[in-house]
């Protein structure tokens, strides 16, 4: 149980173009899930806190009309990368919650490396 | 006061031996201390997670030690293997605050010869 699923699991695009990634939680539903960005030999950064029908709480420094998350329903939220830049190259990574459950234990994705041409 | 300070950068024990990593949090309103595997290319995994109404928890060769007084919380790999070389990851939370991110670590390379 407590599978997370991205999509897709590798891009390659060309600057200025925009790309959605999706983070599917398989057997679970969740009311909160959050997104990662993780650079070569470095932790994961949280860009932000998707919480299902409202706004995403974004962290500091992280671009909200860049990185545009949508979460729709208690099972998918969307990683929008609009107007990707080579800068934007790096692995995304989601994380969900179960809902319903008590405490705070997560479940991550397998990840999606986006590269940026 | 929201850090978690991880050590060490990177690690080689050799194949049967003990792998320490050890993690130190400021904010005492943690409760939560889980541990993360993450192999090259792919998400983080939970490992073992530890609240802090004991002092350790074991699930087959990982322990994880927690010293509440002290802020600390380690993970101890017991007869390490080779397939056990990957980045682990500590983190901690707030148990009750369900919805709140985790809190990472750096990270701490493992390698395991054999």
């Known amino acids: 149980g407590a599978v997370v699923s991205q999509h897709p699991s590798w891009v390659i695009c060309k600057s200025g173009t925009s790309v959605k990634i999706e983070c599917r939680s398989l057997d679970f539903q969740a009311t909160t899930m959050f997104w990662y960005r993780q650079f070569p030999k470095q932790s994961l950064m949280l860009m932000a806190t998707?919480?299902?029908?409202?706004?995403?709480?974004?962290e500091q420094g992280v671009e909200k009309d860049k990185f545009l998350i949508n979460h729709a329903s208690l099972t998918l939220s969307t990683l929008t990368v609009t107007s990707a830049h080579p800068e934007d190259s790096s692995f995304y990574i989601c994380?969900?919650?179960?809902?319903?459950?008590?405490?705070?234990?997560?479940?991550f994705g397998p990840g999606t490396r986006l590269t940026v041409l | 006061q929201q850090q978690v300070k991880q050590s060490p950068q990177s690690l080689i024990v050799q194949k049967g031996g003990i792998s320490i990593i050890n993690c130190a949090y400021e904010n005492t309103a943690f409760d939560y201390f889980p541990w993360y595997q993450q192999f090259p290319g792919k998400g983080p995994a939970l490992l073992i997670a530890i609240r802090p109404d004991v002092s350790e928890k074991k699930e087959g060769r990982f322990t994880i030690s927690f010293n509440k007084s002290a802020k600390q919380f380690s993970l101890h790999i017991m007869d390490s293997q080779p397939g056990d070389s990957a980045t682990y990851f500590c983190a901690a939370s707030r148990w009750n605050q369900a919805g709140t991110a985790l809190i990472f670590g750096k990270g701490t390379t493992l390698s395991v010869s054999s």
């Open positions: 998707s919480n299902e029908g409202s706004k995403a709480t974004y």
């Open positions: 994380s969900a919650r179960p809902a319903g459950l008590a405490g705070n234990e997560q479940f």
